[in-house]
């Protein structure tokens, strides 16, 4: 991709700061993330995970999609009566990257969605290559599109889906998806907030977490880890 994948969504909350009068500092007491963190994802050199971007709009009080798309920022999203439709495809505007995952953000013209809806691939091979667990309000929803991810929760045995396998699990259980050693992980996942609202208006308190080391890079890490021990696959 010919494109620095932070570019988008570091103009875009810039262009949406500058246009509420806010500085840098402000952003970060409303969200509880670090000024660093904001002004590295503002200028390109920093992304940001799921759970992240969920607190960055809760505490901007705006929808996901604001921060995917060219509208104007300062306008209020608007809710259509009925006949809602949205054709996505997959584009760079879309995409961002944390180095352990790559996602394209599916149908951002559309604000105040039930459902985040995303496709990506994973590239983390361990849990200490990961980091901490990802935990957000609501529900997921996990189709493995090609290869195998080995999926890791803080209440389950880990289990390895093949492509075509899915799983649904609780989002604010601890969980990772990491990449099998010689297979491409490719997988769509659909993320609602547990009073159906995509996961904005849900989300009632700070993410206690700090910004996990992992949360850094424009490009993926290479894949040269292998886990410590073997994951048995579900169908074994």
């Known amino acids: 991709m010919n494109t620095d994948p932070t570019d988008s969504l570091g103009r875009r909350l810039k262009r949406w700061r500058q246009l509420h009068g806010l500085r840098i500092s402000d952003v970060g007491a409303r969200t509880g993330l670090a000024v660093s963190t904001i002004s590295k994802v503002e200028n390109g050199a920093m992304s940001l995970t799921y759970d992240k971007l969920l607190q960055l709009a809760k505490g901007l009080s705006i929808d996901i999609a604001e921060l995917f798309r060219d509208a104007d920022l300062d306008e209020a999203p608007q809710r259509p009566v009925m006949a809602r439709r949205s054709v996505s495809k997959p584009n760079k505007d879309d995409y961002v990257t944390t180095g352990l995952y790559e996602y394209w953000y599916l149908n951002t013209d559309l604000s105040q969605k039930m459902m985040t809806p995303m496709i990506g691939q994973v590239h ?105 021990a073997p994951v048995r696959s579900r169908k074994a």
């Open 124 to 228: 983390a091979l361990t849990l200490e290559e990961f980091g901490d667990f990802i935990r957000h309000p609501g529900e997921e929803f996990l189709m493995v599109l090609e290869g195998a991810i080995a999926v890791h929760t803080e209440f389950y045995t880990p289990v390895v889906l093949q492509a075509g396998e899915t799983l649904y699990i609780d989002s604010n259980m601890g969980h990772a998806y990491l990449a099998v050693p010689g297979q491409v992980g490719r997988f769509v996942v659909v993320c609602a907030g547990d009073k159906g609202d995509g996961g904005m208006a849900s989300v009632r308190q700070k993410m206690a977490r700090d910004l996990p080391a992992h949360e850094t890079s424009e490009k993926p890490l290479a894949r040269t880890r292998a886990p410590k």
